[in-house]
């Protein structure tokens, strides 16, 4: 089940955070609750990306994204992700979730999302791949178009290793699924 009211909190809670620019980091706190652990008494894997979800639903919210996403019928939508868990985190404690636009190019964002502990130890490390559907359009818009129509003049950098292998990776994945 979805946590509705993280959700409800992270959207309620989003203008005082003050707007998203590129660059910035969006910083949400969380102590795994009984909701969110597995039989091994620590946070499950699916609710990583749950809150990876929220992470990314903060930024869209503060940069205006889902204001214009509306007004254009555009969908935000993931392509895939990656994720390695380093650390544990157990019932009751309290971490945070630091989720960045690291760069883009072409149709596709490329989204860090960092769990660290209330020790500052990383947890578990997600990154994305996501892009902003046109549906009037029927295509997927270039990112530039999209950070050009949030009022916004910021440059994507090159990707650096670790992102050039993951959208690769992702790209032969998806090829590899529409065939089947």
């Known amino acids: ?56 639903i903060d930024i869209f919210l503060r940069a205006g994204l889902i204001g214009l996403a509306r007004k254009n019928s555009w969908a935000p939508m993931m392509g895939g992700l990656q994720s390695v868990f380093v650390r544990e985190i157990r019932l009751w404690r309290q971490f945070d979730v630091v989720s960045t636009v690291e760069t883009w ?5 490329i989204g860090r999302h960092e769990f660290i502990l209330d020790n500052g130890v990383t947890a578990a490390l997600v990154l994305t791949t996501a ?23 910021a440059k994507a950098r090159a990707p650096n290793e670790a992102e050039r292998i993951f959208m690769q990776s992702h790209a032969g994945l998806r090829s590899l699924a529409k065939k089947g």
């Open 1 to 56: 089940m979805y946590v509705w009211a993280r959700l409800i909190k992270t959207a309620v809670m989003a203008r005082r955070r003050g707007i998203y620019r590129m660059g910035d980091e969006s910083r949400l706190s969380f102590r795994c609750l009984p909701t969110d652990i597995d039989t091994n008494m620590h946070l499950n894997n699916a609710r990583y990306m749950m809150l990876a979800d929220l992470g990314r």
């Open 105 to 109: 190019e072409g149709t596709q964002v």
């Open 131 to 153: 892009g902003v559907y046109d549906a009037r359009n029927r295509r997927f818009l270039e990112i530039d178009e999209v950070i050009a129509a949030l009022g916004s003049e």
